[in-house]
């Protein structure tokens, strides 16, 4: 089907962002499966840090952003609100400057950005009246009418790109008449439309066999699906031919499942490829699967930045993590990790704060226990997310989780449990940080 499509990556509104290597990957594959449909594609990623931005040598670095009007929940909150993205102006030049799209994609993330959302879509018809706008992604699927309301004129997608029957039956223009993705496809054609990159998204899987309480993948993707190691390697070759891409960052939920069996297989495939990049694991990895054959694989094909999936050993919580872990299995880990040549500075520990009946006191003993193993300790806040079990044992207790998805960020919600509030939140920073300043 010949069209011309849109795909936006949307302002995000929220008290803090920062581009840890970030990509919308979800976008890509949307991409992808356009151009192999046939569809001529544009792409505007309002997230788009400018060329000259400052950042660090592995390619993170601060987004623009300015003031947003804070919403009335966050009326207790001191922190500042903000939109983060490029201005209105370079949004509004940057879509006069292109050809008139037949339709517009546009994709969501977290539940709590919508403003953000809605702000870009507003723009969006402010140049383009009259053009079919369609939303899906993370937002889209987990609170489809919250989006809805949010973006009335917007027809809302609340499938995946994986499945056929859903595409088929959402009846929105031009979507519902395109053939579906398989996980193996590449993203080779979406990579394609990317001008310039700080870094770039690598992706050996989706899925997690696993089912954490306060976790959406197993709604978002049912099931571990591998994607090919050919097709991984290509896709990394390319950015770091095309793009000069030094700094890649694993988007898998999954990474080493099965102790590594897949991700084994992608290192050699990525060695032979001869791509030499640094290697991020933004995403927890599972540390139950970070054996030493797997941690020294690591290290040979150019990990820089571990960060272990822990939340929490604490007994009284291993239906909320799955029992996925517990601190002896931390400590061989980590102890694993050192032994593979990763100096402690380049491992960071999840430590979860806000899980139900969680003390401040327990949080704390946790990332006592991280530093003494001399790794850096990363505090995590919970956000509930809808359609996960903490959301709804959360929402009886939180009416307000289910009333509006703002109350669902990680900054404002730990504020309403007992024993947590601003300062609470800011000793549990405070803390990380002078644990993590003697870190090397
Ligand atoms: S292990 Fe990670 S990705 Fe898997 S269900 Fe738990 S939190 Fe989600």
Redesign the pocket.
């Given at each position: 089907m010949s069209f011309r499509a849109l795909v936006v990556n949307p302002w995000v509104t929220d008290f803090k962002l920062y581009d840890e290597w970030m990509h919308p990957v979800g976008l890509y594959f949307l991409i992808a499966m356009l151009k192999q449909n046939g569809a001529q594609v544009l792409y505007v990623d309002c997230l788009q840090r400018p060329p000259d931005a400052l950042g660090r040598a592995n390619g993170t670095g601060a987004f623009p952003h300015r003031p947003f009007p804070k919403p009335a929940i966050y009326g207790t909150m001191l922190r500042r609100y903000k939109l983060y993205g490029s201005t209105e102006s370079d949004l509004c030049t940057r879509l006069s400057g292109i050809p008139a799209p037949d339709a517009v994609f546009v994709g969501s993330s977290m539940t709590y950005w919508l403003p953000g959302l809605r702000e870009t879509v507003r723009v969006v018809r402010s140049v383009v009246p009259g053009t079919p706008v369609v939303i899906g992604g993370t937002s889209a699927q987990l609170i489809p009418s919250a989006v809805r309301e949010a973006c009335p004129d917007a027809f809302v997608y609340g499938g995946t790109l994986f499945d056929q029957t859903a595409i088929r039956a959402s009846n929105i223009p031009y979507l519902s008449s395109l053939k579906s993705l398989s996980a193996c496809d590449s993203l080779l054609p979406a990579l394609e439309v990317l001008s310039r990159a700080f870094h770039g998204p690598a992706l050996s899987s989706l899925?997690?066999?696993?089912?954490?309480s306060?976790?959406?993948?197993?709604f978002l993707h049912p099931g571990y699906v591998p994607r090919p190691a050919p097709v991984v390697a290509e896709e990394l070759a390319f950015l770091q031919n095309r793009l000069g891409v030094g700094n890649f960052a694993w988007y898998d939920?999954?990474l080493l499942h099965n102790n590594g069996e897949h991700f084994l297989l992608v290192a050699r495939a990525l060695s032979r490829a001869g791509v030499t990049g640094a290697f991020h694991t933004p995403?927890?990895l599972?540390v139950r699967w970070a054996t030493p054959e797997v941690l020294d694989g690591m290290k040979s094909a150019g990990f820089e930045t571990l960060r272990f999936?822990y939340?929490t050993g604490g007994d009284a919580f291993l239906r909320d993590?799955?029992g996925?872990t517990s601190r002896k299995g931390l400590a061989r880990a980590v102890s694993a990790a050192k032994q593979a040549g990763f100096g402690g500075a380049s491992i960071g520990v999840y430590v979860m704060a806000g899980l139900a009946g969680q003390t401040r006191d327990q949080v704390e003993d946790e990332m006592e226990f991280v530093a003494s193993l001399s790794v850096k300790t990363k505090p995590v806040f919970v956000s509930p997310v809808p359609r996960t079990p903490l959301f709804e044992r959360y929402a009886a207790a939180y009416p307000v989780l289910r009333q509006t998805p703002l109350s669902h960020n990680d900054s404002y919600f730990i504020t309403l449990l007992p024993g947590w509030d601003a300062p609470a939140v800011q000793q549990v920073m405070d803390l990380a940080k002078a644990n993590n300043a003697s870190v090397s």
């Amino acid at each position: 089907m010949s069209f011309r499509a849109l795909v936006v990556n949307p302002w995000v509104t929220d008290f803090k962002l920062y581009d840890e290597w970030m990509h919308p990957v979800g976008l890509y594959f949307l991409i992808a499966m356009l151009k192999q449909n046939g569809a001529q594609v544009l792409y505007v990623d309002c997230l788009q840090r400018p060329p000259d931005a400052l950042g660090r040598a592995n390619g993170t670095g601060a987004f623009p952003h300015r003031p947003f009007p804070k919403p009335a929940i966050y009326g207790t909150m001191l922190r500042r609100y903000k939109l983060y993205g490029s201005t209105e102006s370079d949004l509004c030049t940057r879509l006069s400057g292109i050809p008139a799209p037949d339709a517009v994609f546009v994709g969501s993330s977290m539940t709590y950005w919508l403003p953000g959302l809605r702000e870009t879509v507003r723009v969006v018809r402010s140049v383009v009246p009259g053009t079919p706008v369609v939303i899906g992604g993370t937002s889209a699927q987990l609170i489809p009418s919250a989006v809805r309301e949010a973006c009335p004129d917007a027809f809302v997608y609340g499938g995946t790109l994986f499945d056929q029957t859903a595409i088929r039956a959402s009846n929105i223009p031009y979507l519902s008449s395109l053939k579906s993705l398989s996980a193996c496809d590449s993203l080779l054609p979406a990579l394609e439309v990317l001008s310039r990159a700080f870094h770039g998204p690598a992706l050996s899987s989706l899925g997690c066999p696993l089912s954490c309480s306060y976790c959406a993948s197993r709604f978002l993707h049912p099931g571990y699906v591998p994607r090919p190691a050919p097709v991984v390697a290509e896709e990394l070759a390319f950015l770091q031919n095309r793009l000069g891409v030094g700094n890649f960052a694993w988007y898998d939920d999954a990474l080493l499942h099965n102790n590594g069996e897949h991700f084994l297989l992608v290192a050699r495939a990525l060695s032979r490829a001869g791509v030499t990049g640094a290697f991020h694991t933004p995403n927890g990895l599972h540390v139950r699967w970070a054996t030493p054959e797997v941690l020294d694989g690591m290290k040979s094909a150019g990990f820089e930045t571990l960060r272990f999936g822990y939340e929490t050993g604490g007994d009284a919580f291993l239906r909320d993590t799955g029992g996925k872990t517990s601190r002896k299995g931390l400590a061989r880990a980590v102890s694993a990790a050192k032994q593979a040549g990763f100096g402690g500075a380049s491992i960071g520990v999840y430590v979860m704060a806000g899980l139900a009946g969680q003390t401040r006191d327990q949080v704390e003993d946790e990332m006592e226990f991280v530093a003494s193993l001399s790794v850096k300790t990363k505090p995590v806040f919970v956000s509930p997310v809808p359609r996960t079990p903490l959301f709804e044992r959360y929402a009886a207790a939180y009416p307000v989780l289910r009333q509006t998805p703002l109350s669902h960020n990680d900054s404002y919600f730990i504020t309403l449990l007992p024993g947590w509030d601003a300062p609470a939140v800011q000793q549990v920073m405070d803390l990380a940080k002078a644990n993590n300043a003697s870190v090397s």
